[in-house]
């Protein structure tokens, strides 16, 4: 019955992953249709390019891979070079997830990033270091 068609359905789907170059062990995570509801963002990682249904994010930096990239980065984030103290387990289709447009920063609150976003003048939940002063 339904369990039959919903095995066919994502083994189809790792099949097509595959076909695409994503490695064996990354397309069991891939998120598949029945796991996301119509307007859900899908999230890709900037490490291995697919979509992320499982969510690795590093502490205390809070960027966000997909699970196996974040498990594999350890000690030192991709994006920022910092030191990982711990990599936080979270499943897209469970908890939503939402990231800074401009630095990729993970929040399990629309209202947490918005309210960094707004406090750090509109652009990124991390605000905008300084220009270095150029001289003549």
């Given amino acids: 019955g339904g369990d039959d068609a919903a095995r066919a359905v994502l083994a189809e789907e790792r099949m097509s992953a595959r076909k695409y170059g994503i490695p064996k062990g990354q ?5 598949t249709v029945r796991d ?3 307007g859900n963002k ?7 390019d697919s979509p992320i249904a499982v969510y690795g ?5 809070r960027h966000v891979f997909a699970l196996e990239c974040a498990h594999g980065m350890v000690p030192t984030c991709y994006l920022c070079f910092a030191k990982v103290e711990e990599v936080r387990k979270i499943v897209a289709s469970e908890t939503p997830l939402h990231l800074c447009g401009v630095c990729l920063r993970g929040y399990e609150s629309q209202d947490e990033l918005s309210e960094l976003v707004k406090a750090n003048g509109g652009k990124c939940c991390q605000g905008q270091r300084p220009k270095a002063e ?3």
């Fill in 27 to 31: 397309a069991e995570f891939l998120g």
């Fill in 36 to 38: 996301r509801k119509p």
């Fill in 42 to 48: 899908v999230h890709i990682c900037t490490k291995c």
């Fill in 57 to 61: 994010m590093l502490l205390p930096c």
């Fill in 134 to 136: 150029t001289q003549p």
